[in-house]
């Protein structure tokens, strides 16, 4: 009886249906908060905007992480599509972080909190295998291909010019000001490289051109971090659900483009 | 309370070190290494006195967003001399990373036991004993396994380095959250759910590699 009784209650605070009082709603919703305390920060938590943003990118990133792990982790593969499951299972982790931080109560929006360094890691991750492996691979360092090296520099440009708008001439406080400096410089430095990799005629390898997709991926993924930043900055949970989606969604397709393009590589 | 910890550390460290004297070179190496994972949780027990004064003793805030970053850069900078001096040998580097991790968790583990004597109980120890000794070797290797570039790609050290790092500080804090709230037991799972795939994976290649060693 007292099973039914708690189970109609939750369902009526999730449905808001079957009460027509307010006053009886309200005591509803009282007593459950009373016999449930745990379930209600759950129940009020889907409520969140970022704690459901936050869900949606880290259930893709582990399904884009776990995908890499099955299909690049074995001997011989490549180093470069390593590092970018690397880049997905770092957001992912990042993500559980601020999932676990909002569950347990914690702040994720006015102070430093791990969470941050998610976003930082994945980026470094994706900045890390096109600096560090593919670069080398394709730009040999001669004048010829000096406008491809010029052209990509609208990438950090725009990044900056997001920083500058968007977060120096608004008021911020320090911390979040530095953290997303930081952001800002990773960003643009990855940013870089990845735009370069989109327009560069890799004429002695063909690798960069068969990775395109994966490139373009890679730089909506990081302007994404970038407004995403600036939502959790300036707490606007709409925009932080539509990034956090839009992100969930890149990173989903992030790892299966690049193994479709070192398939159509290597065949 | 700290001079029983000294105490505790002198304990620890000395039946090791007189064991050292005993052991072959790659015994040697990992009983070394989880000597200095125990010097470094020591170190790191001092260190987060100090955090946490400046933190206005914010214990939860403290342990979920600053130990986790100052308690892996502690335990990788052993490792990383011994990557950029000794050798970078992939193997090699994730054992001692492994051990250096064991090592520290061990001595984390008697200073909270020593810390919190009234209450502990053998259900605690082994739920210690597995979680938190998993979790610091997971992260350490983490961090370990980006050192073994540092030869071999500059580029890729540096940056792969430092993106591991923040990974295995997300890790340890997303631990050090779930321990000290209501999802506990999901805390105490964690490592040992990334610690398996990890075996799995370790295993699996083996195997591909002595299979592809017999064919030829």
Redesign the interface.
């Known amino acids: 009886m007292a099973r039914n009784i708690k189970r109609q209650t939750a369902y009526d605070i999730v449905l808001n249906i079957k009460i027509d009082s307010f006053d009886f709603r309200c005591y509803y919703i009282l007593q459950y908060i009373y016999n449930n305390p745990?379930k209600f920060i759950l129940w009020g938590g889907l409520l969140n905007l970022y704690l459901v943003s936050n869900i949606i990118t880290c259930v893709c990133a582990f399904i884009g992480f776990i995908f890499g792990?099955i299909k690049f982790?074995?001997?011989r593969k490549a180093?470069y599509a390593q590092?970018i499951t690397?880049?997905a299972?770092?957001m992912g982790?990042?993500r559980?972080?601020q999932i676990?931080?909002i569950?347990?109560g914690?702040n994720i929006l006015g102070?430093?909190?791990?969470?941050v360094?998610?976003v930082?890691?994945?980026l470094?991750?994706l900045?890390?295998a096109n600096?560090?492996?593919m670069d080398t691979l394709a730009d040999d360092g001669s004048k010829k291909f000096l406008k491809y090296r010029i052209i990509p520099a609208a990438a950090p440009a725009a990044a900056v010019a997001f920083y500058v708008v968007f977060f120096v001439f608004s008021d911020i406080e320090t911390i979040p000001l530095i953290v997303a400096g930081v952001v800002t410089a990773i960003v643009s430095a990855a940013s870089y490289f990845n735009l370069k990799h989109l327009i560069f005629p890799d004429v002695d390898y063909g690798v960069i051109n068969c990775l395109k997709l994966y490139n373009l991926l890679a730089l909506i993924f990081e302007f994404l971090c970038l407004a995403e930043m600036f939502a959790y900055i300036r707490d606007y949970g709409t925009l932080a659900l539509v990034t956090g989606i839009l992100t969930g969604i890149v990173l989903l397709i992030m790892t299966p483009a690049v193994e479709r393009g070192i398939k159509k590589w290597t065949t | 309370m700290d001079n029983l910890i000294y105490t505790l550390f002198v304990c620890t460290v000395a039946p090791l070190i007189l064991m050292l004297l005993l052991l072959q070179k790659r015994s040697k190496l990992i009983v070394s290494y989880m000597i200095i994972g125990i010097f470094v949780s020591l170190f790191v027990s001092e260190l987060n006195t100090i955090l946490l004064g400046l933190f206005n003793d914010d214990m939860?805030?403290v342990t979920?967003?600053i130990t986790?970053?100052s308690e892996e850069i502690a335990k990788a900078f052993p490792v990383l001399i011994f990557a950029v001096l000794f050798s970078n040998d992939r193997d090699k580097l994730l054992t001692i990373a492994f051990a250096a991790g064991i090592g520290f968790a061990m001595f984390e583990n008697m200073v909270i036991l020593v810390q919190n004597i009234e209450s502990v109980s053998i259900g605690w120890a082994v739920v210690r004993g597995f979680s938190t000794a998993l979790m610091h070797g997971v992260c350490t290797s983490a961090v370990g396994y980006g050192m073994s570039f540092v030869r071999k790609?500059k580029?890729?050290f540096y940056?792969?380095t430092?993106?591991?790092l923040?990974?295995s500080?997300?890790?340890h804090?997303?631990f050090n959250?779930?321990v000290?709230?209501?999802?506990k037991y999901f805390g105490f799972i964690l490592p040992a759910v990334t610690y398996i795939?990890i075996v799995v994976?370790v295993f699996?290649?083996r195997l591909?590699?002595n299979k592809?060693a017999v064919t030829g």
Do not use: D, W
Request: charged content about 10%; proline content about 4%.
């Open positions: 745990h792990g982790f074995a001997p180093l590092m690397f880049a299972g770092c982790f990042g559980l972080y676990v931080r569950l347990t914690g102070e430093f909190q791990l969470g360094l998610g930082i890691g994945s470094v991750f900045f890390s600096f560090g492996l | 939860l805030y979920t967003a986790p970053i790609k580029k890729l940056c792969g430092f993106a591991l923040a990974m500080s997300i890790y804090g997303i959250m779930l000290q709230s209501e999802y795939p994976q699996r290649n591909l590699n592809s």
